[in-house]
Structures are given as C-alpha cells and as structure tokens.
C-alpha cells in the first residue's frame, strides 16, 4: 500500500506521475534563536488514480499532521511513515481518495541546519555581536528539507508564501511582498505575491538583518506586443555593507535588460532580487527573483577588490540571470538534462559580459576557463556523458561539474559556430517561447534548432541535421582527438577518442566496456590555410579535405586535391570553436613556429596549440619535450590568457618533478627565463589607461616568477608585505601574488601574521586571498597548522576546503595533507556528505602527485570508508594518480636532459 505511488528506478524514486501538485500555500516561522521552524501548507492536488495512498519527499522533517478534503470532509491520515533512504514520507487516509481535484494540508517541523542545505542559518556579526539569518539552498533535491513537497524538477506548481518573522527582520522571496500585517505582538506576517508556475528547487525564504541599494531596468514591449514597466531590480548585503553592492546592480540592469531583448521575453517577474549570503554551498543559486549570492561572487569594494574578483562577480551574475529563462523560465525534465540547465546558463553569461564589457577579452578567456577545464576532466575513463542518467540524490550531486557545466558550454559554443549567429539565437527564442513554464529534454533543443535552420531542398529534410550532428556530443563520454597530416601534398584528418594517459585507453578497450573508445563524432572542423578559412566535417574515422570556402556540409570527399603546398602553414580548429584537440604531424607543427611567434595567429589559436601539446605529452602520443621545444615560439608573447595556458601546462609538470632532484631545478629556470621578462615589462604599478588583461597578466607573471626564485620580485613582494602588517595598502590585484610568494619563504612568524591578517578581515573576496595563501607555506609543521585552522571556527564551512585544497596541491604539503583528510574523514563528511559536490571537490587537491605511495593509500583508505556524493570524483583522481605515474616514467629522462641543454 505505501508504495503505490512512487517508482523504484535502481535505488533513486521518482513520484507517481498519477498524483500531480497545482498549488502550495506554504507558511513558515523560523526561530533564529532556537534554530529551528515551524510550518503548515495545503497542497492544491489533481489525483489522476483513485488511492488511499500519497507520498511524498521530506527529509529531517517532522510531520504532526496530514489531512486531505474528502466531500467536503477533512480526513486525517490513519498512519504516517518515513523512508529514509528515499526521502520520502507517506500518508495513509481511511477512505479512497477520488479522481479529481484535492487539497492536502500538512503541520510540520524542522531544523534550521549548519549543513548550507534546504532551509539553514547563516552567520554574521553586527556590532560585535554574532547574529543569524535563515535561508535556504533547494537545489537539486533539498526542498524536501524545508516543507514536504513533490521535489522533481517537473512537477511545477504555483507557490503562495507567507512567512512570519520578527518585525525588526526583513523577509525575502521569489516575489514581491503583497500584505505585511501584525501575527502576534514582535512579529509580522509577510505574504507574497503568487509564483510562476515553477519547479520546487527554485523556491527562496530570507529572514535577516538586511539593506539594499536600488534600480529598475527600461520600459520595453514584451514579446506578445505588451508593454512591460521596468523590472524592480535590488541588491541585499548585511547591514554595513551596501556600498559595495553597487557594481552588481549596475551589472545586474544591464545584464536583464541584455537577455530581453536577446532572447525576446521579458523577465516574467516584478523584481529582482539579489541576495550576499554569507555561508553558501555554491557560488550562487538561481533561485527565481531571490538570486542568492556569495559574498565574494557578488560585492565588489572599490578601494580592495581586484579585477579579476570583479570579472568573476560579472561572470556569475549573467550565469545566474541567464537562469532566470534557461532553467525557470524551460526546466529539464529531470537531472539528467542538468546541462540544459547549466550549459546554456554558462555560455551565455560569456555573451552578456561580452556585450557589457568588450575590452575584456573575455572569449579569449573563455578556452581557458571553459574549454580547457571542460577538455582536461572529460579526458578521462571515468568522465560521463553530458546527459546521464541520475537517479538519487547522491548521483544527482555528483553531475555538478565541468562535463555538465564546462563541456555543455563548449558544445553550445560549437553548434552555434556551427550554426551562425541569427539561426542559433533564433532557435533559442523559439525553444523558450515554445516551452515556457515547462519542461524539456535535449531533443526539443535540437528540434528548434533544425525548425528554425530549414531548407528547401525537396525531401524538406533539415538543412542542418542539429540532433544527428549532435547526439553523440551529449550522450556519449569524451571527445576525440583529430589529427592532422600531409601526404602527397593533401590534408588528411583522422580521429579517435582522446584519453589522458595509455591507461585509460588500454582500459576502454576492454571488451566489459562496451566500446568506450569507437565513438564516431561529427565533427564541424574550420581550418585557416593562410588568408584563406576552410569549413569541413569530419564524419568518419579518417578522410581527406577538399579545398573550398563555405558553411559547414557534410559533403562526400571523393577527391582530394592538394591544398597544402610545402611553404604554407595551417590551423585546425581556427578560432577554437570546436571541442576537440588537435594532433599535427611535426611537419606541420614546424609550420606553425612562426605564425605563432608572430602572432599572426589570434590568441586563442596560439592558447590551443600549446594547451594539445601540453594534454598530448601527458597522454603519451608525442614526447613532453616536444611541447617544452615549442614554447620558444613564445617568448614575444603579450596575450594573458596564453600565458596563463602557459603557466598551466608548467605548472603540471612542476608537479610532476615534484620532489624529485631530477629535471626540477632546470624547469624552474624556464618559467622564470619566460615570465621574469613580462613582469619587469609591467612592472608593480598599474598604468594609465592600462587594457584589462594587463592587469591580470602582471598578477600571474610576478606569482610565477616570485614562486620559481625570482630574487627581485621576492623582495619587493616582502617589502609590500611588511607595508600591509603595518596597516598600509596595496593594488588589490597583486595582494594574492604577494601573499602566495612571502608565504613560500617564511616561517612561523608571518603565519601568524597571516592568521591575525584573517581574523580582522570582513570582505570575503580579501579572506580568500589569505586564506589561499596558508597552503604555499614550506614548512611542514605550519602547512598541519593551515589544516587545523581550516577546521576551525575562524573559518566558514564553505571556506574549510578551499584551505585544506590548498596545502593538498603543495608539493610539500601532500603527505601532512592526505593524512589530515583522514583523521577528519568522519567529520568532513558528516558536513559536506550525503550527495552534496563539495567531497568530491576536497579529495581532488592530490591530483598533481606522480608518487606512487599516496596512489595505494587513497586506493586502501576509499575501500573501508564512504564518501556520499564522491565515488566518481574518487575515481578520477586515482585515474589521475595512475597517469601520472606513467607519465613521469616515460618521459622523465628526456626531460631532465632537455631542461639541462635548452633555455629559452
């Protein structure tokens, strides 16, 4: 009888689709001071099956009653059971519940947890004094913490919420207040307008002590020919902290406004709200009308936040504003869509910060930070497709990552390269306007895309086949690598899947895995040839390449004519569109010496060539050397987001040698024979009308050359120190390079400095700064001193990790910091577990290690203790470990003795 409407899908449960919600009226009371709530709803119901039966999800809730209209007659439930495991709660009544139409009110109570999940509390100080704020964090499947609920992204309903609070608090929701009137004597009943019709995990409560800075976006028609007054659009801090609220408001306007006209549907809202919440799981949360915000992802200071925290406040306001249509406005139809979601979201907050800030470079910086994180982790066996299958919230937690976030951008970026400009942002208007306050999978993406991309040929089949083009991008795991090669003067491309490490590959042939490695891809391929662009497919495992200059097509290659002649060099990949990495022959790798060091390639072409060389050495396809021989075609380089590509593929192999006499004195040379140069060229100061990506550029090379020994920059990086323990002040964009480099070389002393410089410090965004820095430390028994402190209470649960993560990826740290995560193992869990991101994002600091002995602990240690939430993120780093080891077995040698013969 209880399990009659719910389904079993291996482990997970979905609700009975026979038992749809139409309505929530929900009204809660938090109590800051106690810690928890209190709440009653009545749930409007559309029973498609006659039941005695309703479940429903609740997790740590505490139902006192349950009682359904029956003819006009309240019915209490007989019996009222939990699932644990499943999270739900089921409710017996003594009579059928008919066909129809019911309503279903429910009397409950709960914690406000520590936990950043469902309704919890959140700490600050005012006057001294530590105070409390309830909120709440419902994705993906924590509403059911809150009040019970149907917790599926379709089951969308209308929400109507109350809430009933002290009256010197301040109460936020999805909507604007409708009626404030006393409830008793010190509080207030605030009640809100009615939602959209929306999804559960979408859901906001706010109770605090707050202020906020104002603004409304233009009067504009809707895209029904309606004109619509200006959104309401505000920006909530703790009390003291408005005045650096401004440039997310001034974004957020901007930004709203942006998406309307781009998408042509005004923002369904009458406001806007966006919350700084001091303990945050996430960077931010999309919640509709009450984006919830943390501090450092939202407040800039004008006076101690650096450009590249502004930046990233502007990146993630347009992510979650993108939200408001990509995933509110049209939501997935379940997890396994999470991409629609976050993919969409992703890419187009590139686009918007683009359209608002064009001297950023910000696509440039967008192969880096997007493409290149999404390359490096869906390399892996243990990667997943973009769309997969979840089923309980411990699966659900674990597709927050790059593949969904990261290669669901890159992918979007492809098709619409693909696609071009009008088509793809028309397919986009007309998936929204299509699926509003619905939910969608993949394939209805796709169909919009081919209805609006139609031609005329005579079979009227699509002009361009999006959804066979694209199926094996989203429902298969990895990419290939294509490689380029010149036989008889013809171009000929091959691909296969791309693998980090001849580990993994060997592993994907293994007949049990069912053909990991055959994937044949679809692969649009743009190829610059000099002056002269190339557009292709590739289709098959291999063919050869016709000249010619037009859109994409899938056309036969029955002949091949010669296009490459022996002086002409070429770029596959032009522009970086695609999501593939490239394998050029050494002939045509030679080729591109000097387009590369001439920069007659674009940035992000000279950021790809390097990134593939760098990925195919660590994959055992070329020699590491041979990466390490063509950054001499950079040493005139001028670009920041090559450089930091630069930077990156040192950095690995930096821990790779690690430790190790052999080969790791002759690389810190080369990084401080390429960066010393570029930071002596920029110097310590900003300069007049100096463009973005300097700025940023003079922060990475003065870290990189102070790390390696740059004894200049080591000084004045001491003198700059000693300044701010004087209470002096310094260019907030080179405080995170000072710190990192006074830290590498000191001692106990400025430890302390550090931790008192923590304490005193309230802009989160600066906390982090230091807080980062306490992993650089040399000295073993102070790197045991960061992790402790990271447990601490001095520092917020949401920032524990980013500490702990910093003494992992410490060469010198690794030990004290593998053996700290086990000791507190219980206790780490038992804060981030039970399906959450935040485990799998702690083990993954070790993943630099070439050392076998820490590949066989964590193996051992992960065999005896759970990590809710983390299995494939445990699985990856072991993959890591392993490839490393291999690595560094087959290459070290040559590169010893390349390091010892070559300098820049």
Not at 260 to 275: A, G, H, Q
Not at 429 to 438: C, E, I
Request: with cysteine; charged share 25%; hydrophobic share 40%.
């Amino acid at each position: 009888m209880k399990k009659k409407n719910f389904t079993r899908q291996r482990g997970g449960v979905r609700l009975s689709k026979k038992i749809v919600p139409i309505k929530y009226d929900i009204r809660l009371r938090p109590d800051l001071e106690n810690f928890t709530f209190s709440g009653i709803e009545t749930i409007t119901l559309n029973i498609l099956k006659k039941t005695k039966v309703l479940t429903l999800h609740c997790k740590e809730i505490e139902i006192d009653t349950a009682s359904i209209v029956l003819k006009n007659e309240k019915k209490f439930a007989t019996k009222i059971t939990y699932n644990k495991k499943r999270e739900t709660a089921t409710f017996l009544f003594p009579k059928s519940i008919t066909i129809g139409k019911t309503k279903l009110t429910l009397v409950f109570r709960g914690i406000l947890n520590d936990k950043m999940r469902g309704f919890y509390r959140s700490k600050y100080h005012l006057g001294g004094k530590e105070h409390h704020m309830a909120t709440t964090q419902f994705e993906a499947t924590d509403a059911r913490r809150a009040f019970p609920c149907f917790d599926e992204p379709a089951q969308k309903a209308i929400f109507h919420i109350s809430l009933i609070v002290p009256k010197n608090k301040i109460a936020i929701s999805n909507t604007l207040p409708v009626s404030v009137r006393e409830h008793e004597a010190g509080h207030d009943i605030v009640k809100f307008f009615p939602t959209p019709k929306m999804s559960t995990y979408l859901l906001a409560f706010i109770v605090g002590d707050f202020e906020y800075l104002e603004s409304k976006t233009r009067r504009r028609q809707s895209y029904g020919g309606q004109a619509k007054n200006g959104t309401r659009v505000r920006v909530y801090t703790t009390p003291g902290k408005k005045h650096q609220a401004k440039f997310a408001l001034d974004c957020a306007v901007k930004i709203l406004e942006f998406y309307e006209k781009y998408f042509d549907i005004t923002y369904p809202l009458l406001v806007l709200d966006m919350v700084a919440i001091p303990d945050l799981a996430s960077g931010a949360m999309e919640n509709w009308g009450a984006v919830t915000y943390r501090e450092s992802a939202l407040l800039v200071d004008a006076k101690h936040s650096s450009i590249s925290n502004k930046q990233w406040v502007a990146l993630v306001i347009a992510h979650e504003l993108a939200h408001q249509w990509f995933g509110n406005l049209v939501t997935m139809e379940w997890w396994t869509h999470l991409w629609l979601n976050e993919g969409f979201a992703s890419y187009i907050s590139y686009l918007a910060v683009d359209k608002l800030f064009p001297k950023w470079d910000i696509w440039t910086q967008f192969s880096t930070n997007d493409l290149g994180v999404a390359l490096r982790l869906d390399a892996l066996f243990n990667t997943h497709p973009i769309e997969v299958e979840v089923h309980h919230p411990s699966e659900i937690g674990e597709i927050f990552d790059a593949v969904s976030y990261s290669k669901g951008a890159s992918i979007i970026r492809m098709l619409a390269d693909y696609l071009g400009e009008k088509d793809f942002r028309d397919g986009l208007r007309y998936y929204l306007k299509k699926h509003s306050y619905k939910n969608t999978e993949t394939l209805h993406l796709w169909q919009a895309f081919e209805k609006v991309s139609l031609g005329h040929s005579r079979t009227g089949e699509a002009k361009k086949p999006v959804a066979k083009i694209m199926h094996n991008w989203t429902s298969k795991p990895g990419y290939p690598f294509v490689k380029a090669n010149i036989k008889n003067n013809q171009l000929f491309l091959s691909q296969e899947r791309f693998f980090a490490s001849p580990i993994s590959k060997k592993k994907s042939k293994d007949p049990r895995q069912g053909g990991a490695s055959k994937t044949i891809w679809q692969v649009p391929i743009s190829i610059q040839n000099k002056n002269k662009t190339q557009k292709h497919f590739l289709s098959r495992l291999s063919q050869a390449v016709e000249p010619r200059r037009s859109d994409f097509s899938a056309e036969k290659y029955a002949t091949a004519k010669k296009v490459v002649s022996s002086e002409n060099w070429l770029k596959v990949n032009f522009g970086e569109a695609g999501f593939y990495r490239t394998a050029y022959s050494k002939e045509l790798l030679e080729r591109l010496v000097k387009p590369v060091q001439n920069k007659i390639l674009s940035p992000r072409d000279r950021l790809g060539i390097i990134r593939d060389l760098f990925a195919l050495a660590e994959a055992g396809v070329i020699p590491t050397t041979d990466a390490l021989e063509f950054l001499k075609a950079y040493k005139k380089e001028d670009n920041y987001t090559v450089w930091l590509e630069l930077a990156m593929g040192l950095a690995r192999l930096e821990q790779l040698l690690a430790r190790r006499s052999l080969g790791e004195v002759g690389l810190q040379k080369l990084t401080l024979a390429l960066f010393s140069p570029v930071a002596k060229r920029l110097g310590w100061s900003k300069r007049k009308n100096e463009i973005h990506t300097d700025t940023l550029l003079r922060s990475l090379s003065i870290s990189r050359a102070g790390h390696v020994g740059d004894k200049n920059i080591i000084a004045e990086a001491r003198k700059r120190f000693a300044k701010i323990i004087k209470g002096g002040r310094i260019n907030p964009d080179i405080r995170g390079s000072v710190y990192g480099i006074v830290a590498t070389r000191s001692g106990v002393k400025e430890y302390n400095q550090f931790i008192k410089l923590y304490k005193k410090e309230t802009l989160h965004e600066e906390k982090n700064r230091i807080g980062n820095a306490l992993g650089d430390f040399s000295n073993p028994k102070i790197l045991k001193l960061a992790c402790e402190f990271a447990m601490s209470k001095n520092v917020r649960i949401q920032d524990t990790v980013d500490i702990l993560s910093s003494v992992g990826v410490n060469p010198k740290g690794r030990d004290i910091w593998w053996s700290f995560l086990q000791k507190n193992w219980k206790t780490l869990v038992s804060r981030y577990g039970e399906g959450g991101f935040t485990i799998g994002r702690a083990v993954k600091a070790i993943g630099g290690s070439a050392e076998a002995k820490h590949l066989n602990s964590i193996k051992k240690f992960f065999k005896t203790h759970q990590a809710p939430g983390a299995k494939r993120a445990i699985d990856q780093l072991l993959e890591r470990l392993e490839g490393n080891i291999a690595w560094l077995k087959r290459d070290k040698k040559e590169i010893s003795r390349f390091l010892e013969k070559n300098s820049i």
